[in-house]
């Protein structure tokens, strides 16, 4: 039997993205670019939300809950 991963998955997106947005490296430094520096955090934060409600829908669906 297959075991299920998707909520590790989920963890570990949730942690990586925090991560980045506590990390002082950055793609586009706040302290260069003023407030337009935390559009690339704000991008991994909508993206690992995504990622994360995507994995657990498919989750939802695979145990034949009804979709939300």
Known sequence: MKKDRSTLKAVLIGLGALLYGASPIDVIPEIVAGPLGFGDDAVVLI???????????????????PPV
């Open 47 to 65: 993206g690992a939300g995504v990622a994360i409600w995507r994995i657990m829908r498919r989750r939802r669906l695979r145990r034949g809950a």
